[in-house]
């Protein structure tokens, strides 16, 4: 444990990948800029680490303990094991609420100072989130204190998650079509896919891809649509008639769907600066998509009695108001109902009209952006938020 003037000293994240991606990433996200912005040595416990190397290739998947982007990486394989209160970090975050090994939890109770222990929460544009950041919950046996921290959307939450540098990038590539080209052609993006409208699209499977792709296929521009390997495969299969790999790729009427790797964080935060329009999903690539400054749709992750739905409208009511197409669009795509909404419009009219609210998403991205700026990036309020319980 570090002694105040340097705290904290340590850090450690407990990750478990409940599914998809975006716990590990959220939580390398967290670790990478806790270590690269804020000099703190931060030790992350993940116990899946084939996920982890889909989204940063130089993870080894067989290694206890390795090191990645000054980031110690240790290979989260159960919950026994004694530690030793040495071992604990100055703050312990607990990604999702994941259970703590017993015993790391035991030597954090013999730790003076106590670490600061946060649960890091899931993000929700909803009102109650407000109330519950930040508040204290007491261990029910031993002398430790756990907080709960809630990424967020306004001034009474953590923020959102935000690189230093990442939006003096984002416009230094997008302001550089030769960076773009390169981007895109390192993806096998040239000629006329590169001249179309060209989408990005990161889904769940049950989505509506295929009636989308039929629209596009019809529709009056032309259309690139980027998918990384794995998404949405059998609606892509059916599209390409062959097997949804990297590299494959077909065009029918005015859409070309071109299979992509899928890739690094890094890589695919330019893949939704280099396109025109972004389809993201779960947690982590919307807020990407957000800072990304280019217009987007949101694909929520499900949740039993559609309670995604309720998220789904708190952040389009926060984010679209008055953007008719976006929120439309938005809700179909989620299979969501809106009693005015015109059950028998086609595909082809729902994205007309969000091509329509275009000019008003963008003028929104970029007062979005001021106000998700004012709030703060999420790892220094977390710092300053620990700091305030010493
Ligand atoms: O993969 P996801 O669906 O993760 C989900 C959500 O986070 C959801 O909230 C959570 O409850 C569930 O996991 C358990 O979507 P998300 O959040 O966008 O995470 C995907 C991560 O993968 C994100 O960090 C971006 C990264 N990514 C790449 O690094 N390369 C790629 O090619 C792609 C497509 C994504």
Redesign the pocket.
Known sequence: MSQHDSFPATLAIFCK??????????C??LARQLRGEHRIAVTLWVDDLASFR???PAVAVDADAQTVEGVLVRHWRGQDGEVGPGEVADIVIEF?GVDLPPGYIAAMAQCTPRPIWINYE??SAEEWVEGCHALPSMHPRLPLTKHFFFPGFTEKTGGLLRERDLLAERDAFQADPGAQAAFLAGLGVTGEEVAAFKTSL?C?PDAPVAPLFAAWRTGGRDVTCLV?EG?AREQVQDFLGAEAVAGAHATRGRLTVRV??????R??DR?LWACDFNF???????V?AQWAGRPFVWHI?RQDGNLHHVKLRAFLQKYAPGLTGLNEFSLRWNGARDPHMDEHADWAQSWSSLQADLPGISQRNAAWQAQMLANGDLVSNLLNFARSLR
């Open positions: 990948v409940v599914d998809n991606y975006g716990d590990i990433g959220i390398w996200r889909r989204i940063w999702f899931g993000l990161f769940y990384p998404v992509i790797p899928f890739m690094s964080q890589d695919y893949l993201v999903r779960g947690e982590d690539s919307w990407r992750y």
